[in-house]
């Protein structure tokens, strides 16, 4: 075949392919950002899914929005290092940084209104590495995926009587949460919940053994169940006042204890707890030494984001903590734009 | 124009073409990791950002052999008879993208110290914080990374539709000075 000298050729056709190479490599960039996709569950959809009818409290946590600092110490006990290389499971002290929590978006709720109460914990260990992990006082999560607790949150905002009723049905691994929510006794200290993980996660060990575990804070405390009728009429405040006292009074522990998953337990799904005879090994303690209020706080701009790790701990096929990670974060980035609408007290009393 | 080299080379170093390929592998990665993570909470959040950020401190260690070879070796010329605006947009679209190559990483590693998050690169291997706590740098920091990362973005399609441009328009050596697979010169 004849070609054309490439002098004579019009550019015009050049061109054209030049535009086409220019707008293929827009749109698959527009593709992976998720602007071709409106029903991608992005982190912000799954964070605004939380924010009441009026809109989300500026400043704070789009969700866990109320809570108070803690500053202790964990002290390892070094029977983790069975299960995993963490240098915090080495025996010894190492640096606590938390925040006792309310799960709810309001920062204002009356304490006795919310049902979930969580723990947020940062570990520190010499070499520079962080453990990061939020934990809840339910026994298992509400929801099997972070898709279906998109759901929920949707029900949960629907002006449908039967939202959730619905959501239930469709979802059965809403309903060991349920069970807990409308029975499990209510404490008036955050000194006397226990915290659990929920999520998995895999432990590697010295020898390169892997390890799917949960973890939980056990308090040292013992638990009173109180009416909820009769925590109503405490002040709003009851949990945060009684903690700083408390504390005040005396340093409060809690007891880590690791649960080993057995071959074939389901790991991927926080609805699904782990039968009870299963493995555990308390690895350490946390001892709560100071108490200080949020907004001044060292835990008010750490983002208790799960997925931050040492070495020796690392994500399992949960795929919460990823979600929550992304979610985590977006919360994280919307709320210190908005240091503003939360004012740190020390500034604010500057005449 | 800056001092050229005595030898008047047609193309750019057989180095400084791979390290330019190279980076363009790692930083359109990046790019698309970015808004790729921004936009999802499925598992491969995790993984994403797990490699965003080995990945970033990559392209500045690279970007930074980049520019001593750039220093060291000089660029060829542009054509003579190229006009004036086009070589000014040439020029300036070169200091753009090592101002972006150096200053993507930089600004994420600063956005995350500002954020006290730890910077893990791999396994325990982390990289310390580079400015302390603070909400209001955080704020500014991640929205340059976010904007930044699109003008990069925008600036690498215009660089390529230029390319392509030399390539198939003026086919003046341009493009080939970069896109060439043959050795150094080693005659002026």
Known sequence: MMQLPSSVRSPIGSLAIIAL?????????????GWLSPNRLTPTKLVEAFAPPGGPALGHRRNHAKGICFTGVFEANGNGTALSRAGVFAQGQYPALGRLNLGTPNPDAADATVRVRGMGLQIATPNGETWRTAMIDAPVFAAATPQAFYGLLTALASKDPNAIKTYAAAHPGFAAFGAWAGSAPWTSSYAEDRFNGLN???FTDSSGGEHAVRWSLLPAAQPVAIPPDDLAKRGADFLEEEITQRVHGGPQRWTMIVTVANPGDPTADPTQAWPSDRRTVEVGTLIVQKIEPESDGPCRDINFDPTILPSGIRTSDDPFPAARSAAYAK????????????????????P | MTLQSTTVHTRFTVAQRFIHWLMALCILAMLFIGVGMESTIEPKYHTLVSIHKPLGITILILVLIRLVLRLRDGAPPLPADMPPLMKLGAYLSHYAFYLLMIGM?????????AASYPVVLYGSLHLPPILPQSDSLHTLL?????????AFFALILLHLAAALFH???????VFEAMASLQGDETAG
């Open chain 2, 142 to 150: 991640w929205g340059a990374h976010y904007y930044l990362a699109f």
């Open chain 1, 21 to 33: 190479v220019v707008a293929a490599g827009a749109a698959t960039f527009a593709y992976t950002a």
């Open chain 2, 105 to 113: 990483p930089l600004i994420g590693w600063a956005m995350l110290s």
């Open chain 2, 167 to 173: 390539a198939f328009v003026r086919r003046d050596g």
């Open chain 1, 331 to 350: 919360s994280y980035d919307s709320r210190t734009a908005e240091a503003k609408d939360y004012p740190r007290q020390a500034t604010e009393k500057k």
């Open chain 1, 200 to 202: 998995s996660f895999v």
